[in-house]
């Protein structure tokens, strides 16, 4: 499985919170917000998409969060959006001046693929196949 995260702030200038500033309080949380996700898609095959928007105020405070699971069911993405509400709604963020809303996007891919993952090198000339 192969996880990328990222974010991008609508108004991105000194006055309001930056991506890294976003990432920075996201980071520890993330294995739980992934856990989120996973958890609940474990019979989903090929390419996840989960996007967190937030909003949070001049003070630091979340002021409104949604969770977007395209081409989940809607029973599971609730499921998805409850947990993940648990897990941020405590936390704050640096304030600023201004309000900023920034989308979080985690993109995951499960394979089924025979004999994937990681497999042992071989730097020998002569090959490392077992001598017989």
Do not use: W
């Amino acid at each position: 499985m192969f996880l990328l995260a990222a974010t991008s702030a609508v108004h991105a200038d000194e006055r309001s919170l930056s991506a890294s500033d976003i990432t920075a309080q996201l980071r520890p949380i993330s294995p739980e917000i992934e856990r989120c996700y996973l958890e609940r898609t474990a019979e989903v095959r090929g390419a996840g998409h989960l996007a967190i928007v937030l909003t949070i105020d001049k003070h630091g405070i979340l002021d409104q969060l949604s969770v977007k699971t395209p081409g989940i069911a809607a029973r599971v993405s609730k499921q998805i959006e409850s947990c993940i509400r648990e897990t941020v709604a405590p936390m704050s963020f640096p304030k600023k001046r201004v309000t900023t809303t920034a989308t979080v996007p985690y993109f995951f891919q499960r394979t089924v693929a025979p004999n994937a993952g990681p497999q042992l090198s071989c730097f020998d000339p002569a090959g490392c196949h077992a001598k017989k």
